[in-house]
């Protein structure tokens, strides 16, 4: 059997123990009464956490000026992508100066991984990870995002223009 | 007699959906979110998650992490030992649809949680923020007590 050895005879009684933890609890909780500015628990719903500008959230879809998508649908980012989340069906525009276009880009963002590879892969710009995080939804609801949801859902109102125009490339012959 | 016992049952229901006991399985990277979230700078006690000391007094199971046989024993267990009606919250890919480490072996299909007990909210992410897992928590207190919540109510109060 070990002895433990108590520092003093006082510590063998527990109220003063119990009365000095309650003691330091009164206290905070006073203390934060007083001084509310200085809780820095958030308030969730009405409170956000400002994250970086480059916080990599649901993905977005960028547009052309004419509101088209910008993707070329050449499936570098679904041949990237660890998780293999995305899946596209390209097929051929009317316009000879678009060669492919996607009918449809959908991403299962149950598997994606949030890595932002697909970003990267992207030679267009045309996919890119949103500001966007609290996507937790009931059981039930739509987790395979389609382009109406990845490219024009309300608060992008009308999507976001791509950096890499197609006239500019031509111009500077790239 | 009876009639009391019904009146206290209906009360100790109506608690039960306004109060989560959570039980954690907090496993993985996505088990430090989780805890990120039950700590001081998220609180989800504010939400009315508390915490069980015992899975038979929970009424909330929330899952994460990579599901190996000895955490799927655990979570099957686990959801046995606790008391129905429970509600399951499946966080991070891993335990939604084990991706980040699917071997894409067609012999080998990877498992997931809600191939072992049926799961009610989903959050994705690898790992998601706290905020995504304070969201899944409303969610489900929405679909428990549909209409406005104290919460909500409390706020268009005080705002006029
Ligand atoms: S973020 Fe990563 S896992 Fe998700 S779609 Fe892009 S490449 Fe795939
Ligand atoms: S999003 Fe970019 S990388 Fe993916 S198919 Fe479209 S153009 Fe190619
Ligand atoms: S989903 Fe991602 S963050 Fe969560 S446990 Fe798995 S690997 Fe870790």
Redesign the interface.
Known sequence: MSVVKRPSQKSKWYIPGVLTGLGITIRHMFFNLLHRKDI???????E??P?SDRFKGNHILTVKKDGSLRCTACMLCATYC????ISITAAEHDDPNVEKYPISYEI????????GLCEEACPVDAIRMGPE???????GSR?VYDINKLAYRPNLKGGVLSHVDDEERKARGL | MSWLAGRLEDVVRRLEKQNQFSWLIPNGCCGHEIKNARL????WE??GVFKASHPEQANLLIVSGWVNSAVAEEIKVTYDRMIKPVCVIAIG?CA??G??F?T?DPKRPPVTV?SLI?????????P??P??????I???QS?LNPGPSH?EVL?EALRD
Request: aromatic share 14%; hydrophobic share 35%; proline share 9%.
């Open positions: 820095f628990t958030i308030e969730y719903p009405e956000r956490y994250y660890p998780a293999e989340c299962d963002i149950l598997r994606c991984v949030f890595c995080h609290q996507t937790a939804a009931l059981a987790f | 001081a700078t998220y609180d504010r939400l890919s939604i649809t991706s980040p699917d894409f809600s049926p799961v009610d909210v989903y959050v994705p992410g690898c998601p923020r905020e995504a897992i304070l969201r899944a409303l969610e489900l679909k919460r706020h």
